[in-house]
């Protein structure tokens, strides 16, 4: 096997061997190599024709699956497989049993790219990588009804292009298409996710799991989330949310169930720990799962994309049935149980989206102008195991009293449950959501540009983003595309950006790899 597209990749260089630091067994991430190769072979199939929604849906569903964490499973991959091909034979029928074969539906050898010169192996990985976080956001959209077919398209586009023997020329603007696409893609979802369920609005969440019968639901998707709470309604079993699943509070239609109790546990990758003998049931929805500890693995459930070998999987039918029974037999706590975040704090507060943030500009522009507010960072992305991810926590206690943090994704359980306090009537530190909300955050920061006059890198803001995955890399190709500079990024840069293309974003873009808070912050302020 050879993988190297997240954060924790063995050595910084890649995952090879038996299985990968995450826990994906070779034979696992050799299927999932297949199953990209296989969409690339549909991609070229697809190549001058009009792929219908089946052909879509195995798009998504096919690059959503190779996301770090979200499927262990090589039997469901396998079928994936299948089911890619049986796509593909209907684009382009006929091709595979042709006397004189071309080769150009072909699937593609996914060695081929790792093998490939260091610079076009990067471009290409950028591109790969960026879509798979992408179709992770296009297939939540999806489950809500919610659909584009120019963001559809691009799929395609972006992995014929991996499977072409192209140059830089030609591969660095697809990288920046990436980045152009998924902003259309975040915003699909945010329109899906608000149209269906409202507009996010401020809400306190507590991270207490009060007495009875529970299930915690991690993950993205907000319709499984739905779904399960309309099935729990009136059976005396409380939800809580786990991980990026969060900001649902937020949302009205969510929040109107008063079953939805609070938040379980902080960052993903504190879950074998937190879900040790957990007297409830827990279910994902997406990434990030980790390997399944036998302590736990009778009351794990899975749906969607995500699977693991030996776990009941709820299937399309979403009959939760089985995720409420053992909710029921486990019968949770026998009294409140109080858990704290990694500060010691015992609440989060969440829903500050651009709906909620933008209906109070004035004050903050005003805030800007008379100097209250000096300074607003984003700090946000993905959390990680790697130690030096304090960084994050540290940066949020030093930053002036005078500056606004806002924040999103699972980074956040850094720090999401200090008391920053406020400055003039809001409060410093604000969760604007999951990932796919970096949407919210560009809506924000293109508003506060406009109100000022100028482009977003002279305002008074600075990001400051931890990776892992590869939404975060969609993210932050979204963020290049729009010109954003001065990023700062931890906490290592990626394996597979190679040095000439580090050099070319650190040229044009200013991308800094973060150092210590304290440096930092001075290196910020003083400009
Ligand atoms: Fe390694 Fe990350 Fe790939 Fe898992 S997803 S095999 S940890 S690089
Ligand atoms: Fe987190 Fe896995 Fe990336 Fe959606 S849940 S941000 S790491």
């Not at 902003?183 to 996010?200: I, S, V």
């Not at 009205?252 to 008063?258: E, N, Q, T």
Request: aromatic share 8%; proline share 5%; net charge negative.
């Amino acid at each position: 096997m050879f993988c190297f597209q997240c954060e924790q990749t063995a050595g910084c260089t890649g995952c090879t061997g038996k299985a990968g630091v995450c826990g994906k067994q070779a034979d696992t991430a050799n299927l999932q190599d297949e199953l990209t190769g296989a969409l690339i072979g549909l991609a070229r199939a697809a190549s001058g024709k009009e792929p219908g929604a089946s052909a879509d849906r195995a798009m998504l569903e096919g690059l959503f699956t190779t996301i770090t964490n979200v499927n262990f499973d090589s039997e469901t991959v396998r079928r994936q497989i299948q089911a890619v091909h049986r796509e593909k034979n209907a684009l382009a029928p006929g091709c595979g049993c042709c006397s004189s074969p071309c080769s150009r539906t072909d699937d593609y050898n996914m060695k081929q790219l790792w093998e490939e010169n260091e610079d076009i192996r990067s471009l290409k990985s950028l591109i790969l990588f960026g879509l798979r976080g992408m179709a992770a956001y296009a297939y939540h959209a999806l489950m809500l009804g919610y659909t584009d077919k120019e963001v559809n398209r691009f799929f395609y586009k972006g992995l014929f292009a991996i499977g072409e023997d192209w140059g830089m020329d030609e591969l660095l603007p697809i990288v920046m298409e990436t980045g152009t696409v998924n902003l259309k893609c975040m915003e699909l979802l945010d329109r899906a996710n608000t149209e269906t369920y409202g507009t996010p609005v401020p809400t306190t969440v507590p991270l207490t799991i009060e007495k009875g019968p529970f299930i915690v639901v991690s993950g993205h998707d907000l319709h499984d989330l739905y779904l399960l709470l309309e099935q729990t309604k009136g059976k005396g079993i409380h939800i809580y949310t786990h991980g990026e699943m969060l900001p649902a509070h937020a949302y009205p239609k969510l929040k109107a169930y008063p079953h939805l109790k609070g938040n379980f546990g902080t960052a993903w990758q504190n879950q074998q720990k937190e879900f040790a003998d957990i007297p409830g049931a827990v279910l994902f929805t997406t990434n990030c799962l980790m390997p399944v500890k036998d302590s736990y693995r009778d009351r794990v459930f899975t749906t969607e994309v995500v699977q693991y070998p030996g776990i009941v999987h709820i299937d399309d039918k979403k009959d939760f049935t089985p995720v409420i029974n053992k909710a029921l037999e486990l019968g949770g706590y026998e009294s409140d149980h109080p858990m704290t975040g990694i500060n010691g704090g015992t609440q989060v507060t969440t829903g500050f989206g651009h709906g909620t943030v933008l209906s109070v500009a004035d004050k903050v522009v005003e805030a800007v102008k008379s100097g209250a507010i000096k300074h607003i960072f984003l700090v946000g992305g993905c959390d990680g195991a790697k130690p030096g991810r304090n960084y994050y926590t540290e940066f949020v206690r030093k930053a002036p009293k005078d500056s606004v943090i806002l924040t999103l994704a699972c980074g956040k359980y850094r720090f999401n449950d200090l008391d920053l306090g406020e400055i003039g009537g809001l409060p410093r530190l604000m969760d604007m959501g999951q990932c796919n909300d970096a949407y919210s955050a560009i809506r924000v920061a293109l508003a506060l540009a406009d109100a000022f006059q100028c482009g977003v890198n002279e305002l008074p803001l600075t990001l400051v983003l931890s990776w892992y995955e590869q939404k975060a890399v969609c993210i932050l190709l979204t963020l290049l595309s729009l010109g954003i500079k001065n990023i700062y990024l931890g906490p290592t840069l990626p394996a597979f950006v190679s040095p000439n293309v580090l050099n070319y974003l650190v040229e044009n873009f200013q991308i800094s790899p973060i150092s210590t808070p304290d440096e930092d912050l001075k290196k910020i302020l003083s400009k």
